[in-house]
């Protein structure tokens, strides 16, 4: 496994406070490309089966399913073949299950062992210590389900090793996103877990297959260290700095965290006639964080209608002390337009889009697959509505940040041009 150690221009080194990380040793542009590497570890999400191949993860209509447990689905024969030595772990326990076949993504990272695993992560951070009751909890619930389905095919390291695997891939797994940020699937790359967070980042990780993608999106200069940005950048520093100390154990102290530069105008409100107070909008702040707490966990048992009734009242309450561009009301905005979505209502989504797109362009960093996305849903719902202007002016948007964070050679790129030269 390489780690790093031979991708030309690219050094590892100690990085002061941070531990290890990578900087390079010559000049980098916009848009250029850094290095690559293959996921040495990866699984495709639930939700995707049947419409990526298991394999290299490419999109296609007609995967042929494998012809025992009809659940798993490959490109052609050689995909399968390639497949075949951990897809045989699983076919068994699929085919004695059926429909109750349900490992999480976590616990069921392919093409490795868990010893084999173990070994690779084995100088990556797992910060047991840290984890509190309700992670804990889940990480048990895992490694009963992973007893539980391949209990028969697997030997597996004792208890606390296993402990110290699903916490290592949690804090250094990495979600491989589509053009338009769908979840495809979880995967360990060694190389990019090298890499440090800074909430002004100077490069973007994206995907190709099972290939995970490093290109700037700032010039870098000789000597500089490479960040990437861990978490959604869209959010303010105290909501940042918690989610970072939540899902990964550390702080910030980026130039964007020190200054808080951003704050204010993602912290935005309404223009009254009456002063709006610091209490005012502290319990406001209180208000929204609870609200999206609450959606999240609603997801699981409420249709689509009270999803979307809940966010409105929300928008509808935060409006009183919010300006329509603050993050929280942004927020709520964006899920109501995935609601939208998802019940086919394009109207409904089209509106919130048109509300949401411009201040992400603001609030988000230049070249952000956010705004590239947001582009693009709201190009292929013009379209969809017989808006074909608006569609295209939306399209070329996102192609320009597309052309830097992709590649100007990737199949997304080149499909979406197709698809423009469709209309």
């Known amino acids: 496994m390489m780690k790093a150690e031979g991708i030309p221009g690219i050094e590892q080194f100690a990085s002061p406070g941070k531990g290890r ?10 848009g250029e490309l850094l290095f690559s590497c293959p996921a040495y570890s990866y699984v495709l999400s639930v939700g995707e089966r049947g419409l990526i191949c298991e394999q290299c993860f490419t999109r296609k209509k007609g995967l042929a399913k494998c012809g025992k447990c009809k659940k798993a689905f490959y490109c052609n024969a050689n995909c399968q073949k390639k497949n075949w030595p951990m897809h045989k772990l699983e076919c068994q326990a699929m085919c004695a299950f059926g429909e109750n076949w349900r490992p999480s993504e976590t616990k069921a990272q392919k093409e490795r062992s868990p010893s084999e695993i173990l070994l690779l992560l084995g100088e990556m951070e797992a910060h047991l210590e840290d984890m509190d009751n309700e992670k804990r909890e889940m990480t048990e619930a895992h490694i009963a389900g992973l007893h539980q389905f391949y209990s028969k095919h697997l030997d597996f390291p004792d208890h606390q090793a296993l402990l110290t695997l699903f916490s290592q891939v949690h804090c250094n797994g990495f979600t491989v996103e589509d053009e338009e ?15 440090n967070h800074s909430c002004s980042p100077n490069v973007i990780v994206t995907y190709r297959g099972i290939n995970a993608e490093v290109r700037a999106v700032k010039d870098i200069s000789p000597g500089q260290e490479i960040y990437t940005s861990y978490i959604d950048l869209l959010y303010p520093t105290a909501d940042r700095l918690e989610r970072l100390r939540d899902m990964y154990y550390f702080s910030c102290d980026c130039k964007e965290c ?26 406001m702040v209180r208000y929204a964080r609870n609200s999206m707490e609450n959606f999240r966990r609603a997801k699981q048992d409420k249709s689509p209608t009270e999803l979307l009734e809940m966010c409105e009242l929300s928008i509808d309450k935060m409006s009183t002390v919010f300006d329509d561009s603050n993050i ?32 992400f ?59 423009m030269r469709d209309f």
Do not use: W
């Open 258 to 283: 020190t200054t808080k530069s951003m704050d204010v105008v993602k912290m935005s409100v309404r223009k009254r006639s009456d002063e709006i107070g610091e209490k005012e909008i502290k319990d």
């Open 361 to 419: 362009t603001v609030l988000y960093p230049a070249y952000s697959m956010n705004v590239a996305s947001m582009y693009l849903k709201l190009g292929r719902l013009y379209i969809a509505l017989d808006r074909k202007l608006a569609g295209i002016d939306a399209f070329q948007k996102a192609l320009t940040i597309m052309e830097v964070v992709h590649g100007k050679d990737h199949t997304y790129v080149t499909e979406l041009k197709q698809e």
């Open 181 to 195: 940020l769908s979840n495809l699937g979880l995967a360990i790359f060694p190389d990019i877990a090298l890499l």
């Open 21 to 30: 990380g990578l900087r390079v040793s010559r000049a980098y542009g916009v």
């Open 328 to 359: 929280y009301i942004l927020h709520m905005m964006y899920q109501a337009m995935g609601i939208c979505l998802f019940t086919e209502d394009y109207e409904g989504a089209v509106r919130y889009g048109e509300k949401v797109i411009k201040p």
